[in-house]
Each structure stands twice: as C-alpha cells, then as structure tokens.
C-alpha cells in the first residue's frame, strides 16, 4: 500500500516537517511494514497536485495544512503566496483518481466540507469538523497509521486515531513515570471503553454511500472483531508514544526558547543537558532534536557562505555597492545575525582581499614591465594588459588608479635609515625605500610619497593604557587619553602623502602666486622663520584653502589626510607606540626632552621647530611625524571611536563641527602626546605657533 503525504504551509505557522517525519516513524515500526510504502511532497503547489497523484499512483492521500470551510483547502501559489482549492474541484479531481486512491485524510481545520464533496468517489475520507489544535492532529494521524499498521480496517483506524486525542488530552500519558505498567494498563482499558472525547475535537469519518465490503477489501484487511487484548496492546503502544511525544516536544520548546539568538551558551547547553536527564530522554535523542532545531541554522549560513564564495569565484570581489545592498536583503531573508554574518564574512572576505591584491601586484608587475620612456605604453602592451586585467578579473578603477601611480612615480625613489631603539635605548638604522614624485610649485617643489594600502588596528594598546594610567591621574587619563579608544581595525586604500609638513616657503608660493578659492592667506604666518621650517600659526580653515588651490592648479586632488589615513601612515606597520619602538629619544624628534616615556631618557629641549628632515623618517619615508608642529587632519571632534569609519575616509558625521582633529604633537610636548595614536582637537579657526599640516591625495 502506498501512502501520500501532501504537506503545504505557505503561512509558515505549522510544524508540518515533524508531522511527516512522526507519520513516517510509526509506519516504519508497524507490525506490517513491509507491505507499506510511504511518499512526501512539501510545498505543494495546486499545479502539481494531478501530476503527484500520477506519479505515485497512492492508495491513501494524507494532506496536512490549513483549510478553512467554504474556502477550501491551501495549497502554495505559483508565486509562492497562499491559494485555496474549494471543495468542487478537489471532488472533480480526486473522481479521476478514484480507480487507486481509497482513502483521503484531510489533516486541516474545518476540512469536513471538503470530505463531503470528495467522498462522493473515494471509499473514506476523513476531515475536520472545526480547528483542531497541531499537537491534536498529529496524535490522531500516529493513533490512526499505527491502526493501518497493524491491519486494521479504515474504520477501527479511525477509532485509535480518535482515542489517540482522547489519551492526549487526558493527560495518561504523563502518567507513565509513576504508575505501574498494570495500573496503566487499566487506565487505557476504561479510557476505550467509557471516556469520551469533546465533539469539537472529533475528526469526522465520511464513507462513501455506495461503498461495499469488497472496495473495502481493496484498501484494508477484511473486517473482523478485534479482541480486547489486541485492542488494549495496539493503544498502549499508542500512550507510549504520545508519553514519548510530550517530552520531546517539552525539550524541543525550551530548545527554539535557547536558540532565539541563534546560538547556544554555555550555560543554555548545559540546563538542557539537565532538563534532559529530567525527562528521560536519551542523548541520542536530545542529539536529534538539537540537530533538527539548529538545521534551518546551519542551512542559512551555509546558503549565505556558498554566495558570498559564489560570486567572489565569479569574479564579482570587490563587490560594488548593488552587491553589498543585494547581499544585506539576503541576510534579512535568511534572519541571520549581524554576529552571524560577520564570522561567516571576515575569514572568506579576508581571503579574497589577498588574493585580489595579489593580482593587482601580478597586474602592476605587468605594467612596469611594459612601462617605456616618458610612461608611455606602445598598443601591443597594452592590449595585452587589457588582456591581464580581463583575465585577473580586475576593476577598471583599481586598474586605473594602478597606472597613475606607477606613470607618476616611475624612477622615483629615495633611500634612507629608518630608526629603532631597542631595549637599552641604543638605536639602530635599518634600510629603507620609498617611491614619490614632485610636484612643481614654482621656484619650489612638494614631494609627495606613496603609501601603499594595507590593515591596521588603530588606537591605544593594552600597553599603552597600563602605563598611561601609572603615569596620570584617573581624571588625566579620563580627559586625555581615553579618547583613543576602542581600538578598531581599519582598511586604508593606497594614498600619497606630503613627505615634509607643509614649510614656509611651500606655503609662501601658494597664498602669494596662486588664485584665491575661499579665503585669503597671509603669506608668512609663522613665529619662527625659515623656508624650510614647518609653516604654523595657520587655522583649519587656512590650511583647507591651501589644499583647494593646489588642487586648481595641479589638477589633483589635494586634501588633509583623514586620522585613519595619519596615524597609518605614522605607524608604517608598527603597534608600538612611537615609529621607532617603545619609546623615542629627542636624537629622532623634537619635541620637550625634559620629559620621558617609557623607558627612555630625558633630551634636549629645543623650545622651537627645527627644518623639516631635521630627523629620520619611519618606514614609509615620512619626516617629523613625531613632534615638530601638530597637523591638522579632515576629521570633526568625537570623544572615542565608538562609531568610527573603518575605510579611512574622514569621520564628519556627528561628533563636534566645531572641532578639528590634530596629531603629531609637537616641539614643546610631552612625548605621551607625541604617540602614533595621540589625538586631540582646537577650534578650526585657532592659530598657533605650533600648528601646521601636511598634504594627502588620491592616486584616482
């Protein structure tokens, strides 16, 4: 005999994958087992209904879901919403099947109208003569096989199927834990032979007017007493199950309770671990049910991993904006977490940077190899770039900004010694390079570096905030220091950067030679003179129109450097707290020598700037970015990084607009204000003598 179990629940609100899996339970432990074969079919759209009974050819349709009187029976859409099947068409059809199907069993609310119509052709047909709780219906399919199972008529099944509600409600089963098995066995007598179930929770069994005791022959065993010990024996096996059903579902509940938040703590996983040798459950029990609950779980992280891997396979990384908004909208569908996406997200996303960034280097390997006098690129080169950057899968702007680096910087580059002091506060020299180009000012020029692009994590290190707070009062930590946290991983795209701050003479050129965007500039602001000295005593918004006319005439897009962009380019890869190692001596900055950090010494206090290179450069090759005179980044006040970018743009959303960053320290500080990770702020129309900048641009 072939059973069919058509399931369908475009709602979402019924549990219909354990009805199935129970229904296929029972019958797989029925004493007659090997005479029944039982098929499934979820989300069954109404198009599909005759081509499933075609292809099955099934004895028995069992159909659980929602029904809803007059309205019929739902069934899913075609475009996946809900769509009712009335009770006529539903009789027409299962007329042309009725040479196989014998039974129907129409496991949904108010589905009797629906059993009138179709038992017209079908022998039985079972439906619902109001709502009938989930549990309920599903005790009444398990009493109602576990009957068929045991060859019984349509008839006697639909009694087990009714008496098994009957135990259900009564509450017998629970009773297992403390009663005797003799005991219990005379509840389950007198519960067959006196107690009566409430009317509304009774399925209504429809036979078909013309039905005879061959047709019924054909679908069960032939009809015959059944003895009470039979009867007792098929019903007891039936409380046992329901007993069994209830802790599960009591441990399953408290199961979806944990998982609400999509995890399992430590202490979630150990209560179930109680709760389960309360009720008795075994650990491959409890192993089951946690696996069928963490299922869809696992499906849509699985499903959100195969994409984010699909497309990057596909050679859609770097994903552009439609991607990552397309990419959100599925996390929103499949409910994942923003925890969720990021541990899925960071290691594949991690690793496809790498790999991108490797074929960048093969790409701009290509191109310098191919690069001629005067950064010209004969056709065949660069068709045959073309043909690179196709077959890397590159992006036209990351292709682009590439080739204006390397047409910019080609041949240019400076060596230089770069600084560490180690523990005995000696200091030793390590070689250096570094690409850059100049830009012509007139009479003057402007070096600017290139800064590669890269990761760091940026602010206060645990170091740091130990010894910051055995250094300064809670209130000075507090007011100064704790600004720089929480430390944050940032991702700074490629950049070039003023070798020097701005100097005098620099800054001379262009408030004298060139047009006037916004604002007038005096040309010799400083307090201490001397071309090639820092300029200072210029505001914020002085040193903004300095980048703006620059910009006009270069064609170029000079700026201030973001604080993201500084304090890595000040860092050049290093997490200590100065450039050069835990400490800094006043050989390799100026700044106030008659104060120390860490392990270092007290110096000379110079009580002025000193010309720009006066010291040695970090590993990017940038002078002075250690004291000299503070410079003035993009970025408005904020009070920590709760919020911060974490692309390097400039953080000018919220915070104080009327506050500018600095960084660098300068000649007269401490040098715990001189850090790499230092950060304070001044009003963006203050001058000082001992304020300044330096320029950043794009290579785009």
């Known amino acids: 005999m072939k059973i069919l179990i058509l399931a369908s629940n475009p709602r979402k609100d019924l549990n219909l994958d354990r009805e199935i899996r129970d229904l296929k339970e029972v019958i797989k432990k029925s004493q007659n087992r090997q005479a029944f074969e039982v098929e499934d079919a979820l989300a069954v759209k109404v198009g599909q209904l005759q081509e499933l009974l075609f292809d099955h050819r099934p004895q028995i349709v069992h159909f659980c879901g929602h029904g809803s009187g007059q309205q019929g029976l739902v069934f899913e859409g075609n475009d996946g919403g809900e769509q009712w099947v009335r009770a006529e068409a539903l009789s027409e059809m299962f007329r042309l099947f009725s040479s196989n199907v014998g039974c129907v069993l129409l496991n949904a609310c108010y589905s009797e109208e629906q059993a009138n119509a179709i038992v017209n052709h079908i022998d039985y047909v079972i439906g619902m003569s109001q709502a009938i709780r989930d549990d309920a219906a599903i005790a009444f399919s398990k009493g109602f096989y576990r009957a068929v199972g045991y060859e019984r008529s349509i008839e ?21 834990s403390v009663t005797t098995e003799a005991v219990r066995k005379a509840e389950v007598v007198n ?8 009317e509304h929770l009774k399925p209504i069994l429809k036979t078909k007017p013309t039905l005879t005791t061959s047709s019924r022959a054909n679908i069960t065993a032939p009809e015959q007493p059944l003895p009470q010990e039979t009867r007792v024996a098929i019903q007891l096996d039936i409380d046992k199950a329901l007993e069994t059903d209830t802790k599960v579902k009591q441990y399953r509940d ?7 938040d999509r995890k399992l703590s430590a202490l979630e996983t150990i209560r179930l671990e109680r709760l389960r040798k309360d009720l008795g459950l075994s650990e491959a029990e409890a192993t089951q049910i946690l696996a069928e ?47 969720e996406v990021e541990a899925i997200k960071q290691p594949i996303i991690e690793a496809a940077d790498e790999d991108y960034r490797g074929r960048l280097k093969r790409y701009e390997q290509g191109i310098r190899a191919a690069l001629v006098s005067h950064y010209l690129l004969p056709s065949s080169a660069r068709q045959s770039l073309n043909q690179l950057q196709r077959s890397l899968m590159l992006r036209y702007e990351d292709v682009t900004r590439i080739e204006k680096s390397i047409a910019a910087l080609e041949s240019k580059a400076f060596n230089f010694q770069v600084p560490r002091i180690e523990k005995d506060c000696t200091i030793t020299y390590q070689r250096g390079q570094a690409d850059y180009f100049a830009e012509a000012l007139g009479g003057v020029t402007l070096e600017m570096v290139s800064i590669a692009d890269g990761k760091f994590t940026m602010g206060q290190t645990e170091a740091e905030t130990q010894y910051l707070t055995q250094q300064f009062s809670k209130e000075d930590y507090q007011k100064w220091f704790a600004i720089e946290l929480p430390r944050h991983k940032v991702s700074i795209p490629s950049f070039l950067m003023g070798k020097y701050a701005v100097t005098q003479a620099q800054w001379s050129v262009v408030a004298t030679d060139l047009p006037k965007v916004k604002i007038d500039l005096n040309p010799d602001p400083s307090h201490f003179k001397g071309a090639d000295r820092p300029v200072e005593k210029v505001s914020w918004d002085e040193a903004v129109e300095f980048c703006d006319r620059l910009s006009q005439k270069a064609g170029k897009n000079y700026r201030l450097p973001s604080e993201a962009e500084w304090e890595y380019a ?14 800094i001596a006043t050989d390799l900055a100026n700044y106030n020598g008659n104060y120390t950090y860490g392990s270092g010494t007290k110096g000379v206090y110079r009580e002025k700037t000193e010309a720009v290179g006066s010291f040695p450069p970090n590993a990017f090759g940038l002078y002075d970015m250690h004291g000299n005179v503070w410079e003035w980044c993009a970025d408005y006040g904020h009070g920590n990084y709760e919020g911060a970018p974490i692309d390097g743009s400039a953080w000018i959303i919220g915070g104080d607009s009327d506050k500018r960053l600095l960084r660098g320290g300068s000649w007269y500080i401490n040098p715990a204000y001189c850090r790499s990770c230092y950060r304070d702020f001044d009003a963006p129309v203050d001058r000082d003598f001992n304020l300044g900048f330096r320029v950043v641009c794009g290579f785009a």
């Open 191 to 198: 519960a067959i032979q006196h107690t009566e179930i409430p």
């Open 293 to 339: 609950e963490m299922e869809p779980i696992l499906k849509a992280r699985d499903d959100y991993e195969a994409m984010l891997i699909g497309l990057i396979e596909a050679g859609e990384y770097p994903f552009d904006p439609k991607t990552e908004a397309e990419l959100q909208t599925i996390c929103q569908e499949l409910q994942l977490t923003d925890e």
């Open 254 to 260: 408290r199961v979806r309770e944990f998982l609400g």
């Open 570 to 583: 000040c860092r050049a890869g290093t997490t200590t707290p100065f450039y050069c190692g835990e400490t």
């Open 156 to 176: 006697e099944a639909f009694e087990f199927g009714k008496n098994a509600i009957q135990l259900e409600i009564s509450g017998s089963s629970k009773m297992r």
